[in-house]
Nanobody, 124 residues
């Protein structure tokens, strides 16, 4: 069992940056691939980024490439999402999620555990 708690969201001006954190409970965190998803008002939840168990593999949605960076610290049971050059269209609730395998990382139905989300609001 893995419990996930996101933090670091907030209100930021366009062009600004935030670092989101996702703290995980459980001894097996390092064996899980991790993903970040987001859901904007009135839209479906979408894939943002993923990272494999040791940080050696990462992937991003085209809409965030070059602006967002996913990383993890297995010693701290934490995964991060550094978000930069924020745009109003990045406004959403951001969720982290965990799954056993890194493959098929954009498919949210394959993720076993989810956090409650953290709100990111970007003002223009």
């Amino acid at each position: 069992q893995v419990q996930l708690v996101e933090s670091g969201g907030g209100l930021v001006q366009a062009g600004g940056s935030l670092r989101l954190s996702c703290a995980a409970s459980g001894r097996l965190f390092s064996s899980y691939a991790m993903g970040w998803f987001r859901q904007a008002p009135g839209k479906e939840r979408e894939f943002v980024a993923a990272i494999n168990w040791n940080g050696g593999g990462t992937a991003y949605a085209d809409s965030v490439k070059g602006r967002f960076t996913i990383s993890r610290d297995n010693a701290k049971n934490t995964v991060y999402l550094q978000i930069s050059s924020l745009k109003p269209e990045d406004t959403a609730v951001y969720y982290c999620a965990a799954k056993r395998r890194y493959s098929d990382y954009p498919t949210e139905t394959l993720y076993e555990y989810w956090g409650q989300g953290t709100q990111v609001t970007v003002s223009s």
